[in-house]
């Protein structure tokens, strides 16, 4: 299966042009030439603030970790490959410091009615750009697809300018055929599993819904009030009642708002589009010789597949033992694959090369700890010596979340309740990466311990419509039941206030 693996991404790189670009909010890696990785790199870029833009959302001030990285690994048969799944054309992983997207090919030259990677791209950013930017929103499925969507169309013309709300042509089964997702379901939040077709529904829909309640004058601010009475009350059939009235209705209008001819949108003109100059360095040898283990680590591993890859790593780094960046990756493949000696060892020669990569320390601090609970060593001075080095990290950079979850984790995953300090660290990394469902738990858990069961509530009911969530969700959503019985259980146990009658 590795083998599989490496051959699809193109592991033999010697002839491979590979090349990483930095923006102000990307890392961007492709096999390509320095002016074709230039315009997808400054594209996306102008895509960024072009949702600032049109949401008047500050620019913002990204350190490494709060950048989305993104790889293009070839076409979609590539994709598919490390998805693990053949119907997929692109997927995003939103984790603390490290959130990645992987799409296929550049930016250009698929027609209309194609599902193309600028779509694919565009689309996963809206995600990421809408969990970090309103980070407290429970959005139900179709709010959050049709939101993706609606910006996923988003095209510059000639002249550079950017438009918004075009159609998703390549969704036209899901607008145009017999809508085999009832209007009720959808609004109803479109829970449980969903047939293909029904999901070529929600996406398409769910475009539909979002750009018809955001542009037609006799619906301003229902969609707005849906989403403020979910947020009160998680029941989205009551919220959809009382902010759109009859979803029959509603279903007419949709059907005669997709029957039109032209659509209503918005332009951002190029010379609002202004970006700072992108950065391009050609990979160095080491550097793209180890860049498929670090795709496909990036991608997720499985036990099985964290083994193979691990001895895939070990040989290139060989060759590499001064590389920065091949001995962090080195290092990543052995933690994973359950080698901790040598991923310590991998990261103090990475550390050697570089003392400022906060990537190597926070591995090495994983890699202490998992040397120290294999062994049983409770001892104050090896943990000590373990947040020496997360603290180090954090030093690096502050804006990092990641040694502030290892903080926290020097505590929790020895069952011991984390200080004040650890946990108010918790907060912040969660402030600085709220996408990353696993935080979210945690934080959620941490607020159950100090008997904040309103506010972890609240945390938790994100989880319960993110449609990418799955298992996470169901928890959440148990959790959120169990929160609620124990709410009602204090309120008809507390004494009534003097003067109730």
Known sequence: MLALFLAVLGVRTAHADWRVAETAHFIVYANASEAALRRNAERLEKFDKALRLSRGIL???????????VYFVGDKGRVAALAGTANVAGFYIPRAGASVAFVPGDLFGEGPFALGTQQVLQHEYAHHFLATTWPDAALPSWVSEGWAEFHATASFDRAGNLQFGGAPLYRAQGLQTVNPLPIRQILAGAAGRLRPDQREALYGRGWALVHYLSFESSRRGQLSAYLDAITRQRNPPEAAAAAFGDPDTLDQELDRFLRQRKI???????????IPPVSIRLLRPGEAAMLPIRIRSDAGLEEKTAAALYAEARKIAAGFPDDVEVQQALAGAAYAAGDPATALAATDRAIAADPNLVEAYCTRAMAQMSIA???RDDTPETWAAIRRTIDRANRLDTEDPRPLILLYRSYADRRQWPPEAARKGLLQAYALAPQDRGLRMQVAGMLVGEKKLVEARAMLLVLTYDPHASGAGAAASRMIDAFDARIRAGAAAAPAPAGAK
């Open 59 to 69: 620019e913002s001030s990204l350190g490494k970790a709060g950048r989305l990285t």
């Open 373 to 375: 609970e294999a062994a």
């Open 264 to 274: 209503s949108g918005f332009r951002i003109r190029a010379e609002n589009l202004a």
